[in-house]
Nanobody, 124 residues
């Protein structure tokens, strides 16, 4: 099992940028695919982006492609989500998740370990 702690969320204005971080402990992320999901109050958890365990493949939901970038630093045992040109509809609690030996699935059921989330608020 890997423990995940997200950070970097906050309140920004539309057009601003944020960089979310997810620090892992307990296991090395070298064998884990990682993903970011988000959830608004009363809504379902939505897949945002994922990266394969070896970092060779990245995937994005269409609404964030070209604005968000996922990256993985195995040396720091962390994964990041750089979010640029933020929109009000990006506001949510963002969660990172880990899938051992995964290729970056977009379904939440593929991920075994989850962080507690970090909130992002975007005002217009």
């Amino acid at each position: 099992q890997v423990q995940l702690v997200e950070s970097g969320g906050g309140s920004v204005q539309a057009g601003d940028s944020l960089r979310l971080s997810c620090a892992a402990s307990g296991r090395s992320l070298t064998t884990y695919a990682m993903a970011w999901f988000r959830q608004v109050p009363g809504g379902e958890r939505e897949w945002v982006s994922s990266i394969s365990y070896n970092g060779e493949r990245t995937y994005y939901t269409s609404s964030v492609r070209g604005r968000f970038t996922i990256s993985k630093d195995d040396g720091k045992n962390s994964v990041y989500l750089q979010m640029n040109s933020l929109r009000p509809e990006d506001a949510a609690v963002y969660y990172c998740a880990a899938d051992r030996l995964g290729w970056g699935a977009s379904t939440s059921s593929s991920y075994e370990d989850w962080g507690q989330g970090t909130p992002v608020t975007v005002s217009s």
